[in-house]
Nanobody, 121 residues
Framework: QVQLVESGGGLVQAGGSLRLSCAAS????????MSWYRQAPGKQRESVAVITSRGSTSYADSVKGRFAISRDNTKNTVYLKMNSLKPEDTAVYYC???????????????WGQGTLVTVSS
């Protein structure tokens, strides 16, 4: 079993910063892409940022220039640094990873339980 555990969410004023962390644990041979998604109340889940195993990144237009995704492969952990936060960034943020459980197995998509980020105006 593979688990993703997020941390770092909370309440912050507009213009402030937060850093989310997501640590993968369990039977892990390797991790391909790691991502952050978010789901605001009444809206569909959307992709926020993606990072490949080699460190290539991509972002949703709404967060470009404000958010930065990074990862530490030695710790199987992905981070999301969020700056200049806006009330519209309020959402539950979910971590996602494509994990190879053992050598040669197919990648399995795993989700974290989510962490709430609330940005007050």
């Amino acid at each position: 079993q593979v688990q993703l555990v997020e941390s770092g969410g909370g309440l912050v004023q507009a213009g402030g910063s937060l850093r989310l962390s997501c640590a993968a644990s369990g039977n892990i041979f390797g991790i391909n892409t790691m991502s952050w998604y978010r789901q605001a109340p009444g809206k569909q889940r959307e992709s926020v940022a993606v990072i490949t195993s080699r460190g290539s990144t991509s972002y949703a237009d709404s967060v470009k220039g404000r958010f930065a995704i990074s990862r530490d492969n030695t710790k199987n952990t992905v981070y999301l640094k969020m700056n200049s936060l806006k009330p519209e960034d309020t959402a539950v943020y979910y971590c996602n990873a494509n994990v190879m459980v053992y050598a040669g197995s197919r990648y399995v998509e795993v989700w974290g339980q989510g962490t709430l980020v609330t940005v007050s105006s």
